[in-house]
């Protein structure tokens, strides 16, 4: 019985020994992917056309850059994202639509940390997100993927151009666009209705807000406008504000001008 017992051990040693060199080699050799999606909140996937996201994944507990790169491709389907969802309904994962794929060596079941910063295309616009989750090698995480939100709004302040003067006392517009992070258009009554949104055109001097103008729908899309009247010469930071507390979305322009 004894000798039967001694063997039926070391039968086993060898077995699970063996076992853990071919997981090992499997996972050298075929790289777990895990593919990840950045969106933006209340809108769609932030693509190509406002210059993507880029993506790093972390060894959590290590802190060690397993991989990194720029997601690219389409914004997504409208009526996918948009529309009314239902449980394990596809959303993101159709044709052309933006992601990034990362390859990860792992000998092991790892936590990964996965942060996401975007759109590159409008840096004043940039924002960060990040989560960790458990990644097992050999069982790859794809389809809808890993999805990472970014909130608030890419804002652009169209007109005084930077530097620009302007009389004092003397009415002059302020024109500013205000799109969704993924490029999407906004306006009132429309997929994305601004009519509750607050838009505004703001001037601070020292650090102190001098004027806040409510802007309107300018009749093109994304656009709105004001008329701003300084009466203290000076220079002046000049702002366009745009904020949806709901979505708790916001997103915020500036240049300086010189009022005379």
């Known amino acids: 019985m004894k000798d039967v017992v001694v063997r039926w051990w070391t039968y086993t040693v060898i077995a699970v020994t063996g076992l853990g060199a071919a997981g090992t080699a499997l996972a050298a050799q075929a790289p777990t992917k895990v593919l990840v999606r950045v969106i933006a909140k209340d809108a769609k996937i932030i693509g190509s056309n406002v210059g993507a996201a880029r993506i790093t994944v972390r060894d959590a507990e290590t802190g060690a850059v397993l991989a990194e790169g720029v997601q690219s491709g389409s914004t997504g389907s409208t009526p996918n994202i948009m529309g009314a969802i239902e449980r394990g309904a ?21 936590r990964v940390l996965i942060s996401a910063e975007g759109p590159l295309g409008a840096p004043h616009a940039m924002q960060t997100a990040s989560k960790s989750l458990l990644v097992v090698p050999g069982h790859d995480v794809l389809g809808e993927g890993v999805i990472l939100e970014l909130n608030g709004f890419a804002v652009e302040l169209q007109a005084p151009a930077e530097g620009a003067e302007v009389r004092a006392g003397r009415a002059f517009e302020v024109r500013g666009k205000v799109t969704m992070l993924c490029g999407c258009p906004t306006e009132p009554g429309g997929m994305w209705d601004s009519s509750g949104y607050e838009i505004l055109a703001r001037a601070v001097r020292d650090g102190e807000t001098i004027g806040e103008w409510p802007m309107a729908y300018a009749g093109t899309t994304s656009e709105y406008t004001a008329s701003v009247t300084l009466a203290v010469p000076g220079e002046v930071e000049l702002q366009v504000l745009a904020i949806d507390v709901g979505k708790a979305n916001a997103g915020l322009a500036t240049r300086v001008i010189t009022v005379r």
Do not use: H, Q
Not at 95 to 102: D, L, Q
């Open 90 to 110: 596809t959303v993101f994962d159709t044709e052309g639509a933006a992601a990034y794929v990362a390859e990860l060596d792992l000998a092991r079941p790892t």
